[in-house]
C-alpha cells in the first residue's frame, strides 16, 4: 500500500492508496493530484469532519475539509469513474452541531468562503483559539475575535466506542470536552481546522440518535476550481455573479461542477456511486462524513465528524454524464423502486394473460442524484440528467418514477434523488447493466 505518492508522470499505479492530507477547502484543476491509482484498486481515506470546524476556521476558502484529490489510471474526460463504498468508520469520540448563524462583517459575499477579520481587514487570516465557547476564535494579526459564525441553538454529542449510537450531553460535559475538542474530534494529523467541540454547545442534552455512518462529499474534481462545499447546484448558487475570486455565471458552474457535496445520506456501506470524469484523472476526491442525518438535513447541518472511509475505484469507458448516478442499497431504496419478487411477477403474468398479454418489462432501480438553487429546480435537474443519460424522454422517467420510484429530499435547499425502474436494454446500453445486476442479484 501507498501513502501520499505525488502524481509525477511517469508514474507506476498502484493497487491500495491512503490518503492523509486536505486541501483547505478549494477543489479543481489547479490541484496537484496523488496517484495514480489502478482501475479496480481500493482507495482509503483517512477524514477530518466537514462543515462546522471549516466553517470557524476563517483561513479556510471552503466550507468542508476534503482530502487531496486522487487520479485513476486511464481516466479521460468523458468516462466515468465507479465508486464501491466498501467502509465508513467514525472515529470520533464526539462532534457538535447546530442551527447556524452568519456574522456582517466577517465576509465578503460569502460567509463559507471570502472570510474577514472584523479587527484588522485581513482577508482569510489565521486564527487561533483563546479558551472555550462561541467567541473563541481569535486572529492572529490582531487578535479581534472574527469566526463568521454562531449557533442560535446546538448540541454535543457524544458516541459509544463501537459507534453504534450517540447521545447528547449537558453543557457541563460539553465544556469539559471543548477543554481537549482535538482530542475528542480524533482530527487527523494534518487538518488545519478548529475542533466545533471548542463551541461547547449543549442546548439540546439527553437526545439519542442511532449512527448510521455516510460521506456527505464524495466524487470528482470539477473543471474549475471552487470552494469544495459549493460544488453542487444548491450551494453553488452562490457562486453565480459572487463578489469574490471563485465567482462564476450560472453557465460555468453548469459545465464544471460534479456534484461531489451531495449530503444523500444513503451514500453509504454498500452502495455504489457512478461519478463524471471532467479532469484527466478524475481526481476522486473525499470528506464530510456524517454519523447520521435524517433526509432533508433541515437544520442546514449535522454530525460531521473525523472517519476512515474505503472505496474500490473503477474505471468505466463509453458512459458520458454530467452528475452522479447512485445505485443505493436494496434496503434503501423506496418500496415502489424495489426489484420485484418471484411472487408478484407471477401475479404479473396472471394478470395480463386475464387481457390476452404476455410480456413484462425487465427493469431494475437507478437513482440520479439532482442539485439546483432549489427543490424544483433540482427536481427538474435530476429528471433531465436521467432522460440524458438513459436516452428516454422527460416524460416517460416523470412516469417512471411517480408509478416505480420517488423523489426524495438529500439537502435543503436543493439536492435530490431521483429513483425509477429503468428497462434492462437501456442500462445494456449504457454499459452499467452488469454493475446493477451485481447490486441487485439480478
Known amino acids: 500500500m501507498t501513502t501520499e505518492t505525488l502524481l509525477q508522470q511517469p508514474a507506476t499505479a498502484q493497487s491500495t492508496l491512503r490518503v492523509e492530507s486536505f486541501t483547505g477547502g478549494i477543489v479543481g484543476p489547479s490541484l496537484p493530484m496523488l496517484g495514480p491509482l489502478k482501475s479496480g484498486g481500493t482507495l482509503i481515506a483517512s477524514t477530518a469532519p466537514g462543515c462546522w470546524g471549516p466553517m470557524i476556521t476563517p483561513s479556510f476558502k471552503g466550507g468542508h475539509e476534503v482530502t487531496r484529490p486522487v487520479a485513476i489510471e486511464g481516466a479521460e474526460v468523458g468516462d466515468v469513474l465507479v465508486l464501491r463504498i466498501r467502509r465508513v468508520e467514525v472515529t470520533s469520540l464526539a462532534t457538535a452541531s447546530g442551527v447556524m448563524q452568519s456574522l456582517d462583517g466577517r465576509f465578503v459575499g460569502d ?28 486572529c492572529d494579526k490582531c487578535g479581534a475575535e472574527c ?125 455504489i456511486l457512478i461519478c463524471p470524469v471532467k479532469v484527466p484523472g478524475g481526481g476522486v476526491y473525499i470528506g464530510d462524513v456524517h454519523a447520521q442525518q435524517g433526509n432533508g438535513e433541515i437544520a442546514g447541518h449535522t454530525t460531521d465528524v473525523s472517519g476512515e472511509v474505503e472505496l474500490q475505484v473503477e474505471l468505466l469507458k463509453g458512459l458520458s454524464i454530467d452528475g452522479p448516478i447512485l445505485l443505493q442499497r436494496l434496503d434503501d431504496l423506496p418500496p415502489l423502486a424495489r426489484p420485484l419478487t418471484p411472487e408478484l411477477k407471477a401475479k404479473a403474468r396472471e394478470l395480463l394473460a386475464r387481457y390476452g398479454a404476455s410480456v413484462l418489462e425487465d427493469n431494475a432501480p437507478l437513482t440520479f442524484i439532482g442539485s439546483g438553487p432549489n427543490l424544483n429546480d433540482a427536481t427538474s435537474n435530476g429528471l433531465n440528467r436521467a432522460a440524458r443519460a438513459t436516452g428516454l424522454s422527460y416524460d416517460e422517467v416523470s412516469n417512471r418514477a411517480t408509478l416505480t420510484g420517488s423523489i426524495e429530499i438529500a439537502r435543503l435547499p436543493g439536492v435530490v434523488r431521483v429513483t425509477f425502474l429503468c428497462p434492462l436494454p437501456v442500462l445494456e446500453r449504457m454499459g452499467i447493466a452488469d454493475l446493477v445486476r451485481e447490486q441487485y442479484a439480478l
Open 147 to 271: 469566526s463568521p459564525f454562531r449557533m442560535s441553538h446546538g448540541y454535543t454529542i457524544v458516541f459509544d466506542a463501537k459507534t453504534q449510537v450517540g447521545v447528547t450531553v449537558p453543557h457541563a460535559v460539553a465544556e469539559l470536552i471543548a477543554g481537549d475538542a482535538r482530542k475528542y474530534a480524533k482530527l487527523p494529523p494534518a487538518s488545519g481546522q478548529h475542533s466545533i467541540l471548542s463551541y461547547a454547545v449543549a442546548d439540546l442534552p439527553g437526545l439519542v440518535a442511532p449512527l448510521a455512518p455516510f460521506v456527505g462529499n464524495l466524487g470528482t474534481t470539477p473543471s474549475c476550481d471552487m470552494p469544495d462545499s459549493h460544488n453542487a447546484g444548491d450551494f453553488g448558487a452562490f457562486l453565480v455573479g459572487a463578489p469574490h475570486e471563485y465567482g462564476l455565471t450560472q453557465a460555468e458552474l453548469d459545465r464544471h461542477k460534479t456534484d461531489g457535496h451531495m449530503d444523500v445520506n444513503t451514500v453509504r456501506p454498500g452502495a
Open 111 to 138: 460567509p463559507f468562503v471570502a472570510r474577514v477579520c472584523p479587527g484588522c481587514g485581513a482577508p482569510s487570516p489565521a486564527t487561533h483559539l483563546v479558551g472555550i465557547g462561541q467567541q473563541a476564535v481569535h
